[in-house]
C-alpha cells in the first residue's frame, strides 16, 4: 500500500528521526493545516478586490499567511493600493468570513494524525493567529477534531503579546501542555511567517504546505 502524507508525518517527525532531538509534544497551527479555511479566506478577499480590479495573488496570500487579522489588512491595503482603509477591509473580511467559517471542513489527513498522536498519548495544542471568536465560529461544526486537543490558544489571548514572527503563541501553547523543554516540540505549519515563530521559540518544525488550499 502506498505512504500517505500522514504515514510520512508520523513515521518521520513524531518519532523524533531526521530532527535531531526526541519530540514529546506537538503543536498546530490551524487555518490551511487542520481546517480548510484558507479557500474562505482566498474566496472573500478575492470578492472585495475585485470590485476594485485587483487580484488576490499567490504571492498575496503567501505573505499574509499566519498574520493576525488587522496586520493582515494593512498588509493588502499597502501592496494592491485598493480604495479602502486597513481598518475597513479588516472588518468586512471579518463579517464576511464569519458567515462562512461554521462550513469549514477538516484538511485531509488532520483528523487521521491528531488521532494518531491523541492515541499515542503525546501532549497536542493549537496555537492559531484566530481570534477566540473566530476560533469559536470555525470549531463549532468540528468539536470531534478540536477536543482532542489538550490546550488551544487564540491570537488575541492576553498571553499572547505579539503575533508572529515573535514566539509568543507557540511558548504559550507550549505552557499548556506541560511546558516541556522547546527542543522537544514540533510545530506544524504551513506558513513562512509561522516557521519564523516557530524557530524564534527553538522548537522544531514541520513546513506541511501539502495541507495547503491552492
Do not use: W
Request: with cysteine.
Amino acid at each position: 500500500m502506498a505512504e500517505t502524507s500522514t504515514d510520512r508525518l508520523t513515521s518521520t517527525n513524531v518519532e523524533g528521526k531526521n530532527i535531531g532531538s526526541v519530540i514529546t509534544h506537538c503543536i498546530f497551527d490551524m487555518d490551511g493545516l487542520l481546517l480548510n479555511t484558507e479557500q474562505i479566506y482566498y474566496e472573500v478577499t478575492s470578492e472585495i478586490f475585485a470590485r476594485f480590479g485587483k487580484t488576490y495573488s499567490l504571492e498575496l496570500r503567501s505573505r499574509s499567511l499566519g498574520l493576525r487579522q488587522h496586520e493582515s489588512a494593512v498588509l493588502l491595503v499597502n501592496e494592491t493600493g485598493i480604495n479602502m482603509t486597513a481598518d475597513e477591509l479588516r472588518k468586512e473580511r471579518h463579517e464576511n468570513n464569519l458567515k462562512r467559517f461554521p462550513f469549514a471542513k477538516p484538511m485531509p489527513g488532520a483528523m487521521r494524525l491528531v488521532k494518531h498522536l491523541k492515541k499515542h498519548r503525546i501532549p497536542i495544542a493549537v496555537a492559531t493567529s484566530s481570534s477566540r471568536e473566530s476560533f469559536n465560529i470555525k470549531a463549532s461544526n468540528n468539536r470531534e477534531l478540536f477536543d482532542l486537543f489538550d490546550n488551544i490558544i487564540c491570537g488575541d489571548d492576553a498571553n499572547v503579546k505579539n503575533g508572529k514572527p515573535a514566539p509568543d503563541i507557540f511558548l504559550a501553547a507550549r505552557e499548556g501542555i506541560g511546558n516541556p523543554p522547546t527542543n522537544q516540540c514540533l510545530v506544524f505549519e504551513d506558513s513562512i511567517i509561522g516557521i519564523q515563530a516557530a524557530k524564534n521559540a527553538n522548537m522544531n518544525v514541520n513546513f506541511n504546505f501539502f495541507f495547503n488550499f491552492h
